[in-house]
């Protein structure tokens, strides 16, 4: 079975302009959430999708948005890029968690963004 | 926001010994989460925790989720090379994953 998959895996942006990240589950999987990883730190959560509603937004600015298609798949936008944007997008998805405890994450290989 | 403190941020072993990384949280957590991340990799999931004084054991990895559910360890013993990377713990609340900085740890054979 294919893993989580995400598209493109590096992008090169220059300040002040948009992008746009994609990411498909795992078959079976609804929920999708999104992250950003600084080189040497933890991912950061930006996002949890589940069937196409927001379920959980982390401390983002609203240059951030993101959302979810019917078949689950997932994109992330950035507008507005600025130099601190650049980092590891990771996507991860799941089996829903219900507010209680949740299901593990598969992470997919991430997009190196990068904004110069 | 819920914040879990790691510790140590970087653990230098020589291949054989063990060790440990702690996780540690002001308040209760619910539940907690272990990912390692191959360098250059993705975070990848090892186990969950949800009960007081869980433990749980794969192989050489020894997880531990604290009797007052404010902290946690992973504990490997006899480290092998490919043991490296970073173990990362992660919690789960109110619909948001809160992930610590990582202990990365780097094994010498």
């Known amino acids: 079975d294919a893993g989580v998959t995400q598209s493109p895996t590096h992008l090169i942006k220059t300040r002040g302009q948009q992008v746009t990240l994609r990411c498909s589950p795992i078959?079976?999987?609804?929920?999708v959430s999104w992250y950003q990883q600084v080189l040497g730190q933890g991912p950061q959560f930006i996002f949890q999708y589940y069937e196409k509603e927001e379920r959980g937004r982390g401390n983002f600015p609203d240059r951030f948005s993101a959302r979810q298609f019917p078949n689950y798949s997932s994109e992330l936008n950035v507008n507005a890029l600025l130099l601190g944007d650049s980092a590891l997008y990771l996507c991860?998805?799941?089996?829903?968690?219900?507010?209680?405890?949740?299901?593990?994450?598969?992470f997919g290989p991430g997009t190196r963004l990068t904004v110069t | 926001g819920q914040q879990v403190m790691q510790i140590p941020q970087y653990q230098h072993v020589q291949e054989g010994e063990d060790f440990t990384t702690y996780c540690n949280s002001s308040t209760t957590l619910s539940n907690i989460q272990w990912y390692k991340q191959r360098p250059g990799g993705h975070p990848v999931f090892l186990i969950q925790l949800v009960k007081s004084g869980e433990v749980k054991k794969q192989k050489r990895l020894t997880f531990q989720f604290g009797e007052a559910k404010k902290n946690s360890s992973l504990h490997i013993t006899a480290t092998q090379t490919t043991d490296v990377g970073t173990y990362f713990c992660?919690?789960?609340?109110?619909?948001?994953?809160?992930f610590g900085s990582g202990t990365k740890l780097n094994v010498k054979p």
């Open positions: 991860a998805s799941s089996r829903y968690a219900s507010g209680g405890s949740p299901y593990e994450q598969y």
């Open positions: 992660a919690v789960y609340n109110f619909n948001k994953f809160y």
């Open positions: 078959s079976g999987h609804k929920s």
